[in-house]
């Protein structure tokens, strides 16, 4: 089944605790990209990914960061969360990047992150 | 920087009536998406328009892109209980930019 996955689903922390949160497709899909949604504010893309090795910031990439190093896998990382960051996370990937067709954009379940 | 305003944030309906979002971008688009948000759910990708002034139909729902680039709406005739959620319009600035920007959603209820 295709299908984008993130884990963990639910992430208590506290301030300054280092956290990854993985994210992996299964459809060999070249784009991939992380996003935040708060209430009143919509999804806001954080960084994305053209291909492996290839990110780019988003419109709210400070105090993450993410690494492409093979085509399935693009993890979110958080060096020193601050309670700002508490928010829901979503992963999703398409096929690739262009003014074409094909850009389905597939989103995984979601990551609900409370940083104390 | 690029936004994308979406209206209204929320709208009540009742089962059976019409309902319009509308997406007003700041810049130019190179094309633009549209998703529907399930209470408690991920976002599921609807539909792309990329060609200035394409209309796309999808059953009860008319997808438009502005002959500028810069807007564009998604109507639902006939709403129906299964409606319900939020709608996004999402569009990248240029077409070598993997930057997308979403609206801040309209949120629809349809009362039954």
């Known amino acids: 089944e295709a299908q984008v996955t993130q884990n963990p689903r639910y992430l208590i922390t506290v301030t300054g605790k280092k956290l990854t949160v993985t994210c992996s497709q299964n459809?060999?899909?070249?784009?991939m990209s992380w996003y935040r949604q708060d209430p009143g504010l919509g999804l806001r893309q954080i960084y994305y990914?053209?291909?492996?090795?290839?990110?780019d910031k988003g419109d709210v990439p400070e105090g993450y960061k993410v690494s492409r190093k093979e085509k399935r896998n693009f993890p979110l990382i958080l060096e020193s969360p601050s309670p700002n960051q508490t928010s829901l996370y979503f992963c999703?990937?398409?096929?690739?990047?262009?003014?074409?067709?094909?850009?389905?954009?597939?989103f995984g379940p979601g990551t609900r992150l409370l940083v104390l | 920087g690029q936004q994308v305003m979406q209206i209204p944030q929320y709208q009540h309906v009742q089962e059976g009536e019409d309902f319009t979002t509308y997406c007003n971008s700041s810049?130019?688009?190179?094309?633009i998406q549209w998703y529907k948000q399930r209470p408690g759910g991920h976002p599921v990708f609807l539909i792309q328009?990329?060609?200035?002034?394409e209309v796309k139909k999808q059953k009860r729902l008319t997808f438009q892109f502005g002959e500028a680039k810069k807007n564009s709406s998604l109507h639902i005739t006939a709403t129906q209980t299964t409606d319900v959620g939020t709608y996004f319009c999402?569009?990248?600035?240029?077409?070598?930019?993997?930057?997308?920007?979403f609206g801040q959603g309209t949120t629809l209820q349809v009362k039954p």
């Open positions: 999703a990937s398409s096929y690739r990047r262009g003014a074409g067709g094909g850009e389905t954009q597939y």
């Open positions: 459809m060999n899909h070249e784009y």
């Open positions: 990914s053209m291909n492996v090795e290839v990110t």
């Open positions: 810049t130019t688009l190179s094309n």
């Open positions: 328009l990329v060609k200035s002034g």
């Open positions: 999402a569009g990248y600035g240029s077409s070598n930019t993997g930057k997308l920007i």
